[in-house]
């Protein structure tokens, strides 16, 4: 939208710049947030007032549209008026937007709050600190068990969290009328849409059938290329997609499965089995094969992978329209 080729490719490379120098400062109004609080209310409201599936299901609908779209818009707004101001003031404003899509260093330093005090021997300050990032029960795992759900967490957020939001901010360049940020916003609200009300089961498993539904069909494409970028650089490409092809449809989601066995076949780790969920036993299909156990170095690794998949894809897109620039002079 109102930048040239390399205006969008600079917002991107500084907004990747900014997450993962800054990430997002304490105490700033984060636009998840007031995408939470948005889904939060509506969310109430509708399952005070509806009780028949299928008006929950049109609810859900409604939701849906109103927090994508509506996230969208409102950035595409933001963008306009702050480059209508000065150019320079938009790609400060769009560099800032899009930074709050990426969750790279939140990953790590989630990881970072975990592996510390676990490296000190104090498995119960691990236990508590991993209870931020989980929804499993915490209290009586063991530190393989928390090295495992330290890695699962990394490795099935690197799609959702950091590819697909950069995935579709290179989409927005080829779409200079949406744009780069736009695009970003609206997969980090369907992303949040899916976390918040995406459940199966109730009060949620209606009127969040939609949002989990969207949040599939957008990660779908950006996870098989994570999973692709991974395999070739594991320089073991057969081998990697072999594996997943055989174990990530076990799993119930049709891309965290996928994302998480890409990591663990590169690293040469197993992940899943049983956890538990608020007293409840639940078995995760097993993803990737036991050559290595899993350690604290290995799943810096795996972030180190996320890391090279991001500076790849934004490589790629430079090269990309400096070609198109050349070819259209």
């Known amino acids: ?37 948005t889904i939060s209310h509506y969310t109430k409201l509708a399952l005070k007032e509806f009780n028949h599936p299928a008006s929950l299901r049109f609810a859900g609908v409604i939701l849906a549209i109103l927090i994508i779209v509506g996230s969208g818009a409102i950035g595409w707004i933001i963008i306009f008026i702050s480059t209508a101001l000065h150019p320079a003031f938009g790609v400060t404003i769009s560099s800032i937007l899009l930074a709050s899509c990426f969750a ?17 021997g104090n498995l119960d300050r691990a236990r508590s600190q ?11 795992l063991t530190e393989s068990e928390i090295l495992r759900a330290v890695l699962e967490t990394v490795t099935e957020n690197a799609t959702d969290g950091v590819m ?3 995935f579709y901010a290179l989409l927005g360049l080829f779409l200079p009328f949406v744009g780069s940020v736009p695009l970003a916003l609206s997969y980090k609200a369907a992303s949040t849409l ?36 991974l395999a070739l650089l594991s320089r073991k490409p057969r081998h990697v997609w072999r594996i997943c092809q055989r174990d990530a449809p076990k799993d ?15 690293l040469g780790v197993q992940v899943g089995g049983t956890n538990w969920y608020r007293g409840v036993e639940k078995h ?8 290595q156990p899993i350690t604290p170095e290995r799943i810096r690794k795996a972030l180190t992978l ?7 894809w934004l490589a790629i897109a430079l090269l990309g329209s400096n070609g198109l620039a050349v070819y259209q002079h």
Request: hydrophobic share 40%.
């Open 1 to 37: 939208m109102w930048f040239d080729e390399w205006s969008g490719i600079s917002v991107i490379a500084i907004a990747a710049l900014l997450d993962y120098l800054i990430g997002d400062p304490w105490g700033w109004l984060h636009p998840v947030q007031v995408m939470g609080w």
């Open 104 to 120: 790279g260093r939140s990953l790590r330093s989630a990881a970072e709050d975990v592996l510390r005090p676990l490296a000190e």
């Open 130 to 140: 991993l209870t931020q990032y989980v929804g499993r029960d915490t209290d009586n």
């Open 164 to 166: 697909a939001p950069l």
């Open 194 to 229: 899916d976390s918040m009300v995406g459940y199966r089961t109730p009060p949620y498993r209606d009127i969040g059938w939609c949002s989990a539904k969207t949040d599939d069909v957008l990660t779908w494409l950006p996870c098989r290329l994570t999973v692709l970028t």
């Open 252 to 266: 119930s989601s049709p891309n965290s499965g996928w994302s998480e066995c890409a990591y663990a076949v590169v």
């Open 284 to 291: 995760k299909p097993l993803l990737g094969e036991p050559t």
């Open 306 to 312: 996320t890391r090279l998949v991001f500076l790849g």
